[in-house]
């Protein structure tokens, strides 16, 4: 059984940064093409930004230019770079990665942007 595990949350000061990683746990999983979502309280859940199995990125229209989504291949691990975080940034940020037809999901890190 797949675990995607999540760390590197917090609590963070507007303007400040932040890396989050996503790496397997369980069973033998590459993570080539994922994705990371947020969910802030009493709104839906968001993807953020995502990297294909080419390393080829997009990213919400809300934190492009402030998040960047990375992959190390040799440490099998998935990242997101916050930069310039603000009040609204604020969210449980999950790590998703696809595999049709499973859908592998983590259990989600708190940050949180407040001075």
């Known amino acids: 059984q797949v675990q995607l595990v999540e760390s590197g949350g917090g609590l963070v000061q507007p303007g400040g940064s932040l890396r989050l990683s996503c790496a397997p746990s369980g069973s033998p999983f590459t993570m080539s093409a994922c994705d990371w979502y947020r969910q802030a309280p009493g709104k839906q859940r968001e993807l953020v930004a995502s990297i294909s199995s080419g390393m080829l990125t997009q990213y919400a229209d809300v934190v492009k230019g402030r998040f960047t989504i990375s992959r190390d291949s040799i440490k099998n691990t998935v990242y997101l770079q916050m930069n310039s975080v603000k009040p609204e940034d604020t969210a449980v940020y999950y790590c998703?990665?696809?595999?049709?037809?499973?859908?592998?999901w983590g259990q989600g890190t708190q940050v949180t942007v407040s001075s």
């Open positions: 998703h990665c696809a595999r049709p037809p499973n859908n592998y």
